[in-house]
């Protein structure tokens, strides 16, 4: 009867799941913009993608756009709607899904970089992968995004479609191992997971982030955090190799003494196949580098130089993975959590302070006393309107993004941080709790 019961609860919570995730009014609730008036688009509907994409013999074109988020905003309206170049391949080429919420998604199906504001995959009706696009870094939101390369990578994609089922071999490993859940609900680590299963609104919207979140919170639970653990998604440039962003293939520049300069590489080279996966795009590299440890690595690459293929080894040294994760929204669930806003201080307030031409300061503007750290800091005598003028005995010199990453790497929950504060015209040694 037990399990009578489980299963009757799983197959409702799954109805209203596939409710939702069809319901023809979501683009209303979202005020999606960019996709309104336009027809090419299927609406966050994979079942109905997959079966147009079985009849025509197309390729499946997904974006995920979390529609509440600034960054990525013009490069998605480029996409949805404004590039007559992606209108015409998305219209003619591809059957194209617009998928804006992460409720429903087969996290086994689609496997990227979830910290990402936007991102594309490329799937064949039967779920293979054909490719993925979409890269960000501390740089900015679309720092790697262009119309150029997109379009790039949709031209490599039909190729990939063409020659279907005879590369098999090569799009293997481009599709992720199996995860124990099937969707972000079921994810062991996701809060809030009633206000979730509401019906979608732009309030409670399970963004991309969200999953990285939940990944991070089942792993702390079960004392499986290492600084490897932060290390998703390393860029070609953690190897030495600078791509064309216009490209995704092409190698513009080989940093000196590099990974990439010791095997050989040079400037010109095209990359087509990486561990034996077809590479359409700079996210393809990625997903590569993704699966692979943080140590040394063999790893094989094919690069037509000059017309002619040829197969190079590059070795990588250990922590080769080791990058810039500032800018990562899941950044902000990792503990220590601050909780605390601090932007730098304005110039008139430098001046108050007597600080030297150069020096900086931060003000604390906000305290969220939802969060542990920051009701610690409150308890232990932090003010709203307090300037921070040291961190560690040191003047300032990283803004608030690039102290919360700097604390996550070299801090434990139960560490202290030391500041020197500046409050009403005095200095105050401050060691701020962290949790």
């Known amino acids: 009867m037990k399990s009578l019961l489980c299963s009757l609860s799983c197959f409702i919570a799954s109805s209203f799941l596939c409710q939702i995730h069809a319901d023809p009014a979501l683009l209303n609730r979202l005020n999606d ?101 979409g890269t960000q870094s501390a740089e900015g939101a679309d720092a790697y995004n262009s119309v150029d390369s997109l379009e790039k990578t949709m031209q490599r994609v039909l190729q990939l479609h063409e020659n279907y089922p005879n590369n098999k071999a090569f799009l293997a490993d481009k599709k992720g191992k199996p995860k124990p859940y099937k969707t972000a609900i079921e994810m062991p680590g996701l809060p809030n997971k009633r206000k979730y299963q509401q019906q979608t609104e732009r309030s409670n919207c399970i963004h991309c982030h969200n999953i990285h979140d939940a990944e991070y919170n089942d792993a702390y639970a079960k004392g499986q955090i290492t600084k490897d653990f932060h290390w998703r998604y390393p860029l070609p440039e953690n190897v030495g190799l600078v791509i064309d962003r216009d490209d995704g293939q092409l190698i513009k520049n080989v940093k000196t003494g590099s990974a990439a300069s010791l095997a050989g590489l040079q400037s010109g080279d095209q990359i087509v196949v990486i561990n034996g996966q077809a590479i359409t795009s700079i996210a393809d590299i990625q997903w590569v580098f993704h699966n692979l440890s943080n140590g040394p690595e063999r790893i094989r690459l094919d690069v037509v130089r000059n017309g002619v293929v040829k197969k190079v080894n590059l070795i990588t040294k250990q922590d080769w993975k080791k990058t810039d994760f500032s800018w990562r929204g899941s950044l902000w669930n990792m503990k220590p959590k601050m909780g605390i806003w601090m932007p730098f201080a304005e110039d008139r307030d ?86």
């Open 33 to 133: 913009e960019h996709a309104r008036g336009v027809s090419h688009w299927i609406y966050n509907d994979l079942s109905k993608a997959k079966a147009e994409a079985k009849r025509l013999n197309q390729p499946i074109f997904v974006t995920f756009r979390c529609v509440p988020c600034h960054a990525c905003k013009g490069f998605d309206a480029e996409v949805a709607k404004g590039s007559d170049r992606i209108t015409r391949l998305a219209t003619e080429k591809f059957v194209s899904l617009r998928q804006v919420e992460m409720k429903g998604v087969d996290l086994s199906q689609f496997q990227f970089d979830y910290d990402l504001n936007w991102a594309a995959m490329f799937i064949n009706a039967d779920g293979t992968v054909y490719g993925r696009y």
């Open 350 to 435: 430098l001046k108050r302070l007597g600080l030297a031409s150069g020096e900086k300061a931060m003000q604390v503007k906000w305290i969220n006393h939802s969060v542990p750290t920051a009701q610690a800091a409150r308890q232990a005598g932090l003010r709203t309107g307090d300037f921070i003028i040291a961190v560690e005995g040191k003047p300032i010199t990283m803004d608030h993004r690039e102290l919360n990453y700097h604390i996550k790497l070299n801090y434990k929950p139960g560490d202290k941080l030391p500041m020197t504060l500046w409050r009403n015209g005095k200095k105050i040694k401050f060691e701020c709790p962290l949790k």
